[in-house]
């Protein structure tokens, strides 16, 4: 059976793990045993007193045996550590050797336990120095300016395990330290019935949908949640990129469509005619200017397409949310061989062809007049 410290090495040899700690943090000497121990962000390594009911205690010092980590039982004076930190958390905790090993590590994960963790208790769980979201964001200032910074919040971040709800904080397979693939992870959460965002409306079960509906959305059948909507916080409605107009009628301003417009060209709202730009037309006439290009109650995109999936292909709505009271307004629409039609529901039943009969010059009828 080999030895923690054996696994360590071996595993170093395959991913550079162990060359890390080894050449870089080689065990200590005499003289580096003596050093003390790197502080904690908001207190020292000290025990915290039992009256202050600190709510996690690591078991050696909770039993008292204190020479497991330091030279001496003695706890009034157990003497330095018997070895770098690091190198003495990895041989009881020698599960997390193959975790530091994956593709992608956690920084302060290799270099010092004690970053995140106090050896001895804390009023935190798991014995995290801090509360979880406060120290993560502690280092990383950029997520920790943009979630303060945020009109919009993402409420993974602020309940539960915070940012282990979607980040592993040693080590993952995935890039950014993600638990599972971005996808995954999204739907993993919105997958559900009863999910509320902030404000307490309930959001769609993503998972049930997709199922239901296998027209998708460039970036949903990518799989690429991101190409639309900012994981951490933003400024914009359901945590967009960019602007989208968020009501069933909106005047047409070509920057409250920017989220759209980063994919599909403006030309096809802002074109009256086209023959080219979208089979929404009748004839030359473009449907989607008619619909959106107006200065007042412009119909937005949300009006008759389903941004994630739908039963009908260009993400055609069966019904669209309507007002504040939840009502579904059915679209009705058909598609035809050469276009489509819409029932009455926002107006009476028109149909459109966007076949272009070609002109017929007039026939010339030779007669046998004389000329004058």
């Given at each position: 059976?080999?030895?923690p410290?054996?696994?360590?090495?071996?595993?170093?040899t395959?991913?550079?793990?162990?060359?890390?700690?080894?050449?870089?943090?080689?065990l200590?000497s005499?003289a580096?045993?003596?050093?003390?121990?790197?502080?904690?962000?908001k207190?020292?390594?000290?025990?915290i007193?039992?009256?202050?009911?600190?709510?996690?205690a690591?078991?050696?010092?909770q039993?008292?045996?204190c020479?497991?980590?330091?030279?001496?039982?003695?706890?009034k004076?157990?003497?330095?550590?018997n070895?770098?930190?690091?190198?003495?958390?990895?041989d009881c905790?020698?599960?997390?050797?193959k975790?530091?090993?994956?593709k992608?590590?956690?920084?302060?994960?290799?270099?010092?336990c004690?970053?995140c963790?106090?050896p001895?208790n804390?009023?935190?769980?798991?014995?995290?120095?801090?509360?979880?979201g406060?120290?993560c964001?502690?280092?990383?200032?950029?997520i920790?300016?943009?979630?303060?910074?945020a009109?919009?919040?993402?409420?993974?971040?602020?309940?539960?395990?915070?940012?282990?709800n979607?980040?592993?904080p040693?080590?993952?397979n995935v890039?950014?330290?993600?638990?599972k693939?971005?996808y995954?992870?999204?739907?993993?959460?919105?997958?559900?019935?009863?999910?509320?965002?902030?404000?307490?409306?309930?959001?769609?079960?993503?998972?049930?949908?997709l199922?239901?509906n296998l027209?998708?959305?460039?970036p949903v059948?990518?799989?690429?949640c991101?190409?639309c909507h900012?994981?951490?916080?933003g400024d914009?409605?359901?945590?967009?990129?960019?602007?989208?107009?968020?009501t069933?009628?909106?005047p047409?301003?070509?920057?409250?469509?920017?989220?759209?417009?980063?994919?599909?060209?403006?030309?096809?709202?802002?074109?009256?005619?086209?023959?080219?730009?979208?089979?929404?037309?009748?004839?030359?006439?473009?449907?989607?200017f008619?619909?959106?290009?107006?200065?007042?109650?412009?119909?937005?995109c949300?009006?008759?397409?389903?941004?994630?999936?739908s039963?009908?292909?260009?993400?055609?709505r069966?019904?669209?949310p309507?007002?504040h009271?939840?009502?579904?307004l059915?679209?009705?629409?058909?598609?035809?061989?050469?276009?489509?039609?819409?029932?009455?529901?926002?107006?009476?039943?028109r149909s459109?062809t966007?076949?272009?009969?070609?002109?017929?010059?007039?026939t010339?009828?030779?007669?046998n007049?004389?000329?004058?």
């Open positions: 059976m080999h030895s410290l054996h696994q360590l090495k071996r595993l170093g395959v991913a550079g793990l162990g060359l890390f700690l080894f050449n870089v943090m080689p200590a005499a580096d045993a003596a050093t003390p121990i790197p502080k904690m962000r207190n020292d390594v000290t025990p007193p039992d009256y202050m009911k600190p709510v996690s690591h078991a050696p010092f039993d008292g045996d020479s497991l980590c330091h030279q001496r039982k003695d706890a004076d157990p003497g330095p550590i070895k770098q930190i690091n190198l003495l958390c990895l905790h020698d599960d997390f050797v975790i530091l090993a994956r992608s590590s956690h920084e302060p994960a290799r270099i010092n004690v970053s963790h106090s001895h804390s009023m935190y769980p798991h014995l995290l120095v801090e509360d979880p406060t120290l964001l502690s280092c990383h200032t950029s920790s300016n943009l979630v303060a910074n009109s919009v919040k993402h409420d993974a971040l602020t309940t539960g395990a915070k940012c282990a979607c980040h592993n040693h080590g993952a890039q950014h330290l993600l638990n693939l971005p995954d992870l999204c739907v993993g959460c919105h997958g559900v019935d009863g999910v509320k965002d902030h404000d307490g409306k309930t959001l769609t079960n993503m998972k049930q949908l199922a239901d027209h998708q959305h460039g059948e990518s799989k690429d991101s190409a900012l994981p951490h916080g914009h409605f359901r945590l967009l990129t960019k602007d989208y107009p968020a069933f009628y909106s047409y301003d070509p920057k409250l469509y920017d989220l759209c417009f980063d994919c599909h060209e403006e030309s096809m709202v802002k074109d009256a005619k086209t023959t080219t730009l979208t089979k929404f037309r009748n004839g030359d006439q473009n449907l989607h008619v619909h959106v290009n107006k200065d007042e109650r412009g119909r937005t949300r009006a008759c397409h389903e941004v994630h999936a039963k009908q292909p260009h993400q055609i069966d019904a669209v309507y007002g009271t939840g009502y579904l059915k679209v009705n629409f058909t598609k035809t061989d050469t276009g489509g039609q819409c029932a009455e529901t926002c107006h009476v039943t459109y966007n076949v272009i009969v070609p002109l017929i010059p007039p010339v009828v030779a007669t007049a004389p000329a004058k």
